[in-house]
C-alpha cells in the first residue's frame, strides 16, 4: 500500500523557519513529481506551494516565491519543505501530493494523484 507521511509541522513564531518531510513509502510504484499543498482556514480549495519533479526541476506559484524551497529527491521518495520568514497567514494544514505511476502493473495504467494525510502549521504572533 502506497502512503504519503507528512511530518515537522508544528507551532512556530512569526519570523521563524521551518522545515516539512514527505516521504512515500510502499512498492511497486514510480512518481513523477512531489507537490506541497497547503489549505488555510476558511478555504475550501488546497493551493499549490511548491512542486518538484522527478528530473529535479523546481516550481512555484507567483504568490509563494521566495520564502518557499523545495528540495529532496523524487526518485528517493522524499521531499522538503522549507519556509522562512513565517507569517501569521501561513497557518495552514500543508499536504504532500505525489502522481504516482505503476510500471508493469496492467491493473493501474496511467497515473495517480495520492495524498497525505497533512501536517499542521501555526504560526503564532
Known amino acids: 500500500q502506497v502512503r504519503l507521511v507528512e511530518s515537522g509541522g508544528g507551532l512556530v513564531h512569526v519570523g521563524e523557519s521551518l522545515r516539512l518531510s514527505c516521504a512515500t513509502t510502499?512498492?511497486?510504484?514510480?512518481?513523477?513529481?512531489m507537490s506541497w499543498y497547503r489549505q488555510t482556514p476558511g478555504k475550501r480549495q488546497r493551493e499549490l506551494v511548491a512542486r518538484l519533479t522527478d528530473g529535479g526541476t523546481s516550481s512555484y506559484p507567483d504568490s509563494e516565491k521566495g520564502r518557499f524551497t523545495i528540495s529532496g529527491d523524487v526518485n528517493k521518495n522524499t521531499i522538503y519543505l522549507d519556509i522562512n520568514s513565517l507569517r501569521p497567514e501561513d497557518t495552514a494544514v500543508y499536504y504532500c501530493q505525489g502522481e504516482l505511476t505503476f510500471p508493469g502493473n496492467s491493473y493501474y495504467e496511467g497515473s495517480y494523484d495520492y495524498w497525505g494525510h497533512g501536517t499542521q502549521v501555526t504560526v503564532s504572533s
Open positions: 510502499g512498492s511497486g510504484f514510480r512518481l513523477n513529481y
